[in-house]
Each structure stands twice: as C-alpha cells, then as structure tokens.
C-alpha cells in the first residue's frame, strides 16, 4: 500500500518513536527530498504535534532545531 501525507509526501519505512508518536521516512513525491514524517494518533488523550511544531516554527534557524513544512 502506498500511504501518503497531504498527497504530496509518501511514507516509508519507521525510523523512529516517542512517547507522542512515530517517526517515519518521508519522500517528496514531486523532487524526491527525504523528510521525517511524525505522526500522531487521532485517538490521542494529549495531542502534542500541533504544539510541538509552533514550538519548532517559533524556534526556527536555530542550531539543531530541525524544519517544519
């Protein structure tokens, strides 16, 4: 199956996880660039990722912090 996110990335393989989520490779579908993809669970008690990314947004061009599309 070929999953995809806002029909513009398509998902891969699990590289990664957290107590808020999990991390997968992303591909642009389009040029081909590599993302991490972090994904939620609608299901949820505590949804963190919109949080997480204005933090990330607010904290942009900062060393280590990484770039939210």
Known sequence: M?????NKY???RKI???SFGDIYLG???ITGE????KLESVKAK?????YEAKV???LAGGVGIPFVR
């Open 16 to 18: 990664g996880a957290g």
């Open 27 to 29: 591909t642009n579908i």
């Open 34 to 37: 590599e993302v991490a993809i």
């Open 10 to 12: 398509r998902i891969g």
């Open 56 to 58: 990330y947004k607010a």
């Open 46 to 50: 505590h949804p963190q990722l919109e």
């Open 2 to 6: 070929d999953l995809r996110v806002g």
